[in-house]
């Protein structure tokens, strides 16, 4: 016999999912109605609305996609690249590659532009390479590289893409709701996220936003996208503007309450706040970690709040000391991904997760796990009025 599944209660500290607050579970139990009932698409509506807020954008194409993050990610390229179409991709670190791979399965060249993990991406290098090629026509980064906890700057980036006529696809997954985003001051022409990050809400949506020009783009193409379920000419039949909200799939209906929610918790604490928020704790884990000498990868000036990546202190156990937090204090952190593997914990605060009962719980986890102290004290230090 089978029976319910009953997951142990964790506390997600790692690259997402992070915590969902329970606001956001209790949401998603409502009871299903229809996807074309008329107060779903109210819903719906709302949701873009809450969307634009989160990614400050008056753009009109935003919504989420009916898939995880790196649907998101597909959304874009499919739509807006081209076969024979030349992309530049800054890479520098694990998603980069992904978009490399998303260029060149939708018939483009990519044009890399590398950076070395743990930085961020330089924007002369960017610069140069758009003068050294001339006819590229979109312009991809990652804002915030969850593999190595380095944040670019994606105003500069746009701004260069911009001068040499390039679009802009920019990954916001763990950026959204984290640190300062803002589609529209910084000219971003489509953008990629996902509810499982600082959003805190359950895995498996990807909102994503275009502006006018990202449109035409994709309404001028010679050819047909060849993602049918990600085609946004088809897919706007059901989410666009004065759509006859004709079916193209069934959406998630109850993956949209809970997104619905998030947004509203998002808009309750004002997004400034919540960038703030994620700023403050990330401060006082920083300061624990540092007293128990265990080393920041990323320059200060580059660092992600909401995923801290740390050098694994020379002669831990990696596997077995994530292993102990999870059995002993139910506490997931991130492992290090790709080339970082073995060398580098990933700890996230994102959303829910980010506040200060959690940076504690991760210290005091780690001082009797590592056997250091010093970490609790640094930290509540940081925390004093
Ligand atoms: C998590 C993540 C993705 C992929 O999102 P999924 O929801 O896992 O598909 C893409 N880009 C970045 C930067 C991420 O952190």
Redesign the pocket.
Known sequence: MTHSFNPPVRVLMG??PSDVHPRILEAMSRPTIGHLDPEFIRMMDEVKTMLQYAFQTNNVLTMPVSA???AG?ETCFVNLVEPGDEVIVCRNGV?GSRMLENVTRSGGKAIMVDDAWGKAIAPQKLEDALKANPNAKIVAF?H???STGALSDAKTLCEIAHQHNCLTIV?S??SLGGVELRVDDWGIDAIYS?T??CLSCT?GL?PVSFSEAALETIKSRKTPVQSWFLDLNLVMGYWGENAKRSYHHTAPVNALYALHEALVMLQDEGLENAWQRHARHHQALRAGLEAMGICFIVDEADRLPQLNAVAIPDGVDDAAVRARLLREFGLEIGAGLGEMAGKIWRIGLMGAACSQRNVILCLSALETVLGISGGIAAAAEQYKP
């Open positions: 690259p997402g995880p993050g790196s990610m998603f990652v915030a590289e969850t990954d997954v763990t996902g499982q990050k895995p990807s």
